[in-house]
């Protein structure tokens, strides 16, 4: 996925990093990967898919386990477990994905664009993610 920030996330790590703002709450584990069927900014969610339009999509995502992703290396991050859902039903497309905390009032950390849109997707197709195919990448920010 291109473009992985989410601006809101990224400005309060900068303002407690840079400034005098208190440390912000750490992300509640496990992430969750979501996908979307339009792309948001990196100031606004995009549209998340559902059940209806996804025959066999898990709402809010699934979990990217825990810890979600490895250690830094020369400013990428990358998934640490595979991420699926099986299809029981024809799929809308979906053109991005974002990743999520899983606190009682969730924050969008990371979203993008995939590099290959998702369609074609027929019942009992599989849609995954290897592990490292979620990326975040600093220079991105």
């Given at each position: 996925?291109?473009?992985?920030?989410?601006?809101?996330?990224?400005?309060?790590?900068?303002?407690?990093?840079?400034?005098?703002?208190?440390?912000?709450t750490?992300?509640?584990?496990?992430?969750?990967?979501?996908?979307?069927?339009?792309?948001?900014?990196?100031?606004?969610?995009?549209?998340?898919?559902?059940?209806?339009?996804?025959?066999?999509?898990?709402?809010?995502?699934?979990?990217?386990?825990?810890?979600?992703?490895?250690?830094?290396?020369?400013?990428?991050?990358?998934?640490?477990?595979?991420?699926?859902?099986?299809?029981?039903?024809?799929?809308?497309?979906?053109?991005?994905?974002?990743?999520?905390?899983t606190?009682?009032?969730?924050?969008?950390?990371?979203q993008?664009?995939?590099?290959?849109?998702?369609?074609?997707?027929?019942?009992?197709?599989?849609?995954?993610?290897?592990?490292?195919?979620?990326?975040?990448?600093i220079?991105?920010?």
């Amino acid at each position: 996925m291109t473009n992985m920030t989410d601006r809101t996330w990224a400005a309060t790590l900068i303002n407690f990093s840079l400034s005098s703002n208190a440390a912000p709450t750490k992300p509640t584990q496990p992430l969750h990967l979501r996908l979307m069927t339009a792309q948001g900014s990196n100031t606004s969610n995009g549209t998340e898919a559902t059940a209806g339009n996804c025959p066999g999509y898990t709402a809010l995502g699934v979990t990217m386990g825990n810890p979600s992703f490895g250690a830094n290396s020369s400013g990428v991050s990358s998934s640490s477990n595979a991420q699926s859902w099986t299809a029981t039903g024809a799929w809308a497309t979906i053109v991005a994905g974002e990743v999520w905390d899983t606190a009682g009032s969730p924050i969008r950390l990371l979203q993008g664009a995939l590099s290959t849109s998702i369609s074609g997707i027929a019942n009992g197709d599989v849609v995954s993610f290897a592990v490292a195919a979620v990326t975040a990448d600093i220079t991105a920010w």
